[in-house]
Structures are given as C-alpha cells and as structure tokens.
C-alpha cells in the first residue's frame, strides 16, 4: 500500500464506507479511526485496518483514494457479486399451485367509458420529466436512423407529444388516439388518426 491523499468532494449525502485494509505505513491509526465512528477491526493484521476509508465522507470532507490492494479488490468484488433477497427469489419462483386472482380484481377504477374522459384536450405531460427523458433515450436506441423516406412509425395511444428524439423524422409518421385537438397539435407526426381501439381493436 502507498499510502492515502486526500480529494475535496462536494455533496449533500454522507457516507461511511468500512473495508478491511492492509496496514497503511505512516497512516495515523487515531486519524483514521476518528474519521468514521463505524469503523472497527476486521482481522488480526493490524488495528489500522479499522480506519479506513473512514470517511468516504461524501457530504462533506474528503475522498480517500487509496492504492489498489489485491485483497481488498477480492473482497469488494465478492460482495458487490452476492444477490439481494429479490434477485434470489427470481433464480427459483414459487408459483402458485392456484390462479390467486379473480376476474373483478383486473377492472379498472372507472370503467366508464373513454371517450367521455378523451372528450376534452388536456395539453399536459402524463409522465413526469425523468420518465420522459428515459423514453426519448430509449426511443434513439431502437428507432430507425432518422430521415430515411421508407421508415413508418404508427404511435399508438398518441396525444399531442410523442417525446421522441429532437428532429426526428421519417417517411410516415402516423398517430393514433381519441382526441383530435391534441392529435393535431403534435409536431412529431406526419399524420392522424382518431380512433377508440377499445370499441373496434
């Protein structure tokens, strides 16, 4: 180990990180203890061990880098690779023997029918900006390349904004939806139709 400098960090979170390390020549073994109040001995190698990184202090103070240790480099891979209690429950599902659900529990809230909530435009996002911002960068990556004259996209479920990527064009671009008004006010499409695929899939 070469020892440790210290990197002025900027954040709002605070952080402690605890790993085992070899000793660290010259390192202060009360400093590095101090600097984060989780930090304990891990093995028999030495107290200096407990100090460690004692401060990723992300919030506030410094950023310990730290040469690359070969047995702290093990030991963080093997933790980085163990699943949480989720993934292990996806490596072996238990399904039910029995269809746990009844007919009325797939209704929805109002079942009235949509066009009466299509009626009137609402010129609103129904999904909020970050959502947005990952379905534009989702959209870049399966879409055709841009400006080609024999690619058409069919936006189904359409309203007044399709969030595709900026200046995207393509030969045919036809939306589809329920409310004319906001079917006309998209700039992403070439054309539109105003249709109830619930009364006529």
Request: hydrophobic content about 35%.
């Amino acid at each position: 180990m070469q020892g440790l400098r210290t990197l002025p960090v900027q954040s709002h979170h605070r952080a402690h990180v605890c790993a085992a390390l070899p000793r660290l020549p010259g390192a202060s073994q009360r400093t590095l203890a101090q600097s984060s109040p989780h930090a304990s001995a891990v093995t028999s190698n030495g107290a200096s061990r407990r100090q460690l990184l004692g401060s990723l202090v992300l919030g506030g103070s410094s950023l310990l880098e730290l040469s690359s240790s070969s047995s702290w480099s093990s030991r963080s891979v093997a933790q980085a690779a163990a699943m949480s209690e989720k993934e292990k429950v996806l490596q072996d599902p238990k399904w039910p023997e029995k269809w746990p659900f009844r007919p009325e529990d797939f209704l929805r809230y109002d079942e009235s029918d949509d066009s009466v909530f299509y009626e009137a435009p609402r010129f609103v996002y129904h999904i909020d900006e970050a959502a947005v911002k990952s379905l534009t960068e989702f959209y870049s990556t399966v879409f055709p390349p841009a400006g080609q004259d024999d690619v058409a996209l069919l936006d189904i479920c359409s309203s007044w904004v399709s969030h595709y990527p900026p200046g995207y064009t393509a030969g045919r671009i036809v939306a589809l939806g329920m409310n004319e008004e906001e079917l006309k006010g998209n700039k992403h499409v070439s054309e539109y139709v105003v249709h109830d695929l619930n009364l006529e899939p």
